[in-house]
């Protein structure tokens, strides 16, 4: 990679039309060595990077700038993000199941759809994050900044928020049966959202 700023190019591979991956000519699916390239993959060069539909799950990325990364539908489950720079970037339809997003910057993030079972985002920014119809039972928000967020039409049962600062989020719609709201700050948008078993 020559920078951090990058412009998708046309995956090479015959009649396909996915972009090329950051660094590469080709899409996730028509490289010849994907477990190569991810080890390649310079954790500090990242920001903008188009990387969607990588297969990044178990890898250490503690601390990278993966701010306004294209990772939609990438598989990240079991990585480890903690402190990590996600601002902006678009995880839409990726799988973040037991990811480790702790104290990470997520502000105006998007990830909409996308697995986030069992997921930590202790004490992460989400502020304005986009979590629509995300899939996120049994994950942890304790202590996080949800300010303005999106959560709604989202499966977070059994999912802790306490400590958490949800001012204005939208849960309208959301499943939040047995979520742990104890200790939370902020009015937050409930509407037709499933509060049975709801702590708080």
Not at 123 to 129: D, P, Q, T, V
Request: proline share 2%; with cysteine.
């Amino acid at each position: 990679m020559d920078g951090t700023h990058y412009t998708a190019s046309p995956c090479v591979h015959t009649n396909c039309e996915n972009p090329a991956l950051t660094g590469a000519d080709r899409c996730w699916a028509h490289l010849a060595d994907p477990a190569g390239y991810v080890d390649g993959l310079a954790a500090g060069q990242l920001a903008d990077a188009w990387l969607a539909g990588v297969d990044l799950s178990g890898r250490d990325l503690r601390g990278a700038d993966l701010s306004g990364a294209r990772m939609s539908g990438a598989n990240l489950a079991g990585a480890v993000l903690c402190g990590a720079n996600l601002r902006g970037a678009f995880l839409d339809g990726a799988n973040l199941a037991g990811t480790d997003c702790s104290a990470a910057n997520l502000e105006f993030a998007v990830l909409g759809g996308a697995n986030l079972s069992g997921a930590n985002f202790g004490g992460a920014n989400l502020k304005r994050a986009n979590l629509v119809g995300a899939a996120g039972r049994d994950a942890h928000f304790g202590g996080a900044d949800l300010y303005y967020s999106r959560p709604g039409n989202a499966d977070f049962a059994g999912a802790v928020f306490a400590g958490a600062n949800v001012e204005r989020a939208i849960f309208r719609r959301a499943s939040l049966a047995g979520a742990d709201f104890r200790g939370a700050r902020g009015q937050a948008n409930f509407e037709n959202a499933n509060l049975e078993g709801v702590r708080r």
